[in-house]
């Protein structure tokens, strides 16, 4: 009967092209508006890293005043490290992968070249290209060997490579950071992360750093953050050393943990730690270590602004008033047709065929209106793509990311036309089923 | 077998309750062919349509070969009207966008048929009426007779039990009713009970039993003598 009633429902659409054309104008309308708005909005507050959210924790521990949470949000720990408990934790075994990291600004120039340049650089570990899988056009990171003692190596942004050395293959050439020789091992290709979900310190859709070097070059330089660095303790810091020595957080720390067992021996750790600086004195308020994976992180750390979320709503009350004008047209259609409905009642048709058979025509209009709705919305998007230039969007980070959500959202499209269009057909078909056939046969 | 025992059927609004049907008690036996005469508004549709359970009653009892109707569920009731009755309309109730092949073919879609039993039952009524040539002809381009004919197809093509036909030559001139009258006697020699509803006298005096209505109620029954002789004086 399917296959039957299929067929009525495209006699039905031939029938009334204007109705039909109008409903699936109405339904498509709906479901591109709400398309656009949720991509736009998984864009901004998507999961860049989704496909690791299993493994990717960044590693938090409340060392904070204990008469006094931080900041705005006192059921979080501080979403910073200070170096010493960073320090112990990155000892640890545990991890497939760890990192402890900051972002300070070094002076690049080269000898006889381009004037000295600014950069943002982050110090890092060598671990942090293969855990946020960081594409690379030319050579790689530097081995783990390279990060104690620090060894002077560099890792490019292509931009910055772009600038240095026109594009070409720079990987082996050394260049002058704050008056020091770096070879360079590696030049990243296209990597824009939205948003910034490793450090959100700074802006959440800052751009990642242009340079890259082992993080124990910022003790050795005695380089600080330019980026928060928070205090609550009355201490005397005079020196670097006092600096590193103290309770400030300045440092993100990410763990990359391959299973439930690894995390629970992390937390373990963590806990087992915390309480031995309790005994010592410190980590005075409740205990609060936490592991975090980035989805929970960037609801954490509120990435999302309450605009998007608004602007949400506003595409999902645009569909609501759409198949609103949805059912009133099929109200009005299905009605026109009651004579012969009545008709098929006489012949058999018991109420719940009738109801089954406008059911189906009613799911083969939302399958039109989705798939113009998707072409709709694709139209949308290939607009806001062109609003947000594609300049800074480049591999799995920033452009990918919305064409993840394109794949997923096809199927996700065809679902909300399929669920949105199939409700609001639900009365009408039960509706028109409802009538009494007897009027409507004498009325033909 | 078709009995009703003090059927009442009644329509209301807010301010007024009108009988359609007033104890109205009424038995037709298989292979009858009953008409149901009277003035408008004396309730013939009424019966034809609780007859053909398109409309539920209030009062009384009505069973269908042996079946009580009032019991049964909205899906039982369309089976058996799906397998057991036939419905001819005045205005024919063709569906206007199929074909004649596929108008036919509308109740035994909800029979669930297989295709080709399907397609043997179709072509055997369209031969049966005339029309087999016309399969693929929509009903537009059809004259009302032919229109008819088609009805006639889908009504039997279901080999129903019962064939109820409200006025089914009113929109056809006279030459056309009578194939219509023709085409349905020779239905109901094959076995088939027929109710037929009409204003026509003379149409009626070719059924075997005339039921004269007024108000809802049987007000006259008249039997007349075996179709062969009356059909022969009718035709003369």
Request: charged fraction near 10%.
């Given at each position: 009967m399917f296959a039957y009633y299929t067929r009525l429902a495209l006699k039905?659409?031939?029938?009334?092209?204007?109705?039909?054309?109008?409903?699936?104008?109405?339904?498509?309308?709906?479901?591109?508006?709400?398309?656009?708005t949720l991509?736009?909005?998984?864009?901004?507050?998507g999961n860049p890293i989704w496909w690791k959210n299993d493994r990717l924790y960044t590693v938090t521990m409340d060392n904070w005043d204990p008469q006094e949470p931080y900041r705005e949000q006192p059921r979080l720990p501080p979403p910073q490290m200070t170096y010493k408990d960073s320090q112990y934790l990155f000892a640890a075994n545990i991890p497939e992968r760890k990192v402890v990291m900051y972002s300070t600004n070094g002076v690049i120039s080269q000898a006889g070249s381009v004037t000295p340049e600014r950069v943002s650089t982050r110090l890092t570990s060598a671990d942090f290209f293969s855990m946020f899988e960081v594409p690379f056009l030319y050579g790689s990171g530097w081995s783990a060997a390279a990060d104690s003692p620090p060894q002077p190596v560099i890792v490019l942004s292509r931009e910055e490579n772009d600038k240095l050395f026109g594009g070409m293959n720079s990987v082996g050439r050394t260049l002058r950071w704050n008056d020091r020789e770096f070879r360079i091992v590696g030049v990243l290709d296209d990597w824009f992360p939205r948003p910034r979900y490793y450090d959100l310190t700074g802006g959440n859709f800052d751009p990642p750093e242009k340079a890259y070097i082992p993080f124990a070059w910022g003790v050795e330089l005695e380089l600080l953050s330019n980026e928060d660095t928070d205090c609550w303790k009355p201490e005397k810091i005079d020196t670097f050393k006092d600096f590193v020595a103290s309770d400030c957080i300045w440092l993100q720390m990410w763990v990359e943990l391959p299973d439930a067992a690894a995390r629970a021996r992390m937390q373990s750790l963590m806990d087992g730690y915390w309480a031995q600086q309790h005994k010592a004195g410190r980590f005075q308020r409740p205990r609060n270590n936490r592991l975090t994976n980035v989805a929970h992180w960037l609801r954490d750390r509120e990435v999302v602004a309450n605009d998007n979320r608004v602007l949400v709503g506003l595409a999902f009350a645009f569909l609501a008033v759409c198949l609103i004008n949805t059912v009133g047209l099929l109200l009005a259609k299905f009605l026109n047709g009651a004579a012969v409905t009545g008709v098929r009642r006489a012949l058999g048709a018991s109420r719940r065929q009738i109801f089954i058979q406008h059911l189906i025509e009613v799911g083969a209009l939302s399958v039109l209106g989705a798939a113009l709705g998707l072409a709709l919305a694709a139209l949308g998007l290939a607009a806001v793509h062109h609003l947000y230039s594609a300049a800074h969007l480049g591999h799995r980070g920033g452009y990918q990311e919305l064409t993840h959500f394109d794949s997923v959202g096809v199927v996700w499209?065809?679902?909300?036309?399929?669920?949105?269009?199939?409700?609001?057909?639900?009365?009408p078909a039960w509706r028109v089923g409802r009538l009494p056939p007897a009027l409507y046969l004498k009325s033909q | 077998m078709l009995k009703m025992q003090d059927v009442s059927k009644i329509y209301r609004t807010d301010l007024i309750e009108t009988y359609a049907l007033r104890s109205f008690s009424l038995q037709v036996s298989a292979g009858e062919f009953v008409a149901v005469t009277g003035p408008s508004g004396s309730g013939k549709t009424t019966f034809l349509n609780v007859a053909g359970l398109l409309e539920s009653f209030e009062a009384g009892s009505y069973e269908l070969d042996g079946t009580d109707v009032q019991r049964l569920s909205d899906d039982a009731r369309s089976r058996l009207r799906n397998e057991r009755i036939g419905f001819?309309?005045?205005?024919?109730n063709l569906i206007p966008d199929l074909d004649v092949f596929d108008?036919?073919?509308v109740p035994l879609r909800y029979r669930r048929l297989t295709g080709a039993n399907r397609r043997e039952r179709i072509t055997s009524a369209l031969d049966l009426v005339g029309l087999t040539s016309r399969a693929r002809h929509m009903p537009s381009q059809l004259s009302g007779g032919q229109q008819q004919?088609?009805?006639?197809?889908?009504?039997?093509?279901?080999d129903p039990a019962f064939l109820l036909a409200d006025e089914p030559t009113g929109n056809l001139d006279s030459l056309m009713a009578r194939q219509v009258m023709d085409l349905l006697e020779q239905i109901n020699e094959m076995g088939t009970t027929i109710l037929l509803v009409t204003h026509d006298p003379e149409l009626a005096r070719r059924a075997q039993r005339n039921v004269h209505l007024v108000d809802g109620q049987i007000s006259d029954f008249?039997?007349?003598?075996?179709?062969?002789?009356?059909?022969?004086?009718?035709?003369?």
């Open positions: 039905s659409f031939r029938r009334n092209p204007g109705l039909t054309a109008l409903m699936v104008i109405a339904i498509a309308l709906g479901i591109a508006v709400c398309i656009m991509t736009v909005y998984h864009a901004m507050s499209a065809l679902l909300l036309a399929l669920a949105a269009t199939l409700a609001a057909g639900l009365y | 001819i309309f005045q205005s024919f108008n036919v073919d004919r088609v009805a006639i197809a889908r009504a039997i093509a279901g008249r039997a007349y003598e075996p179709r062969s002789a009356a059909t022969e004086a009718a035709r003369a």
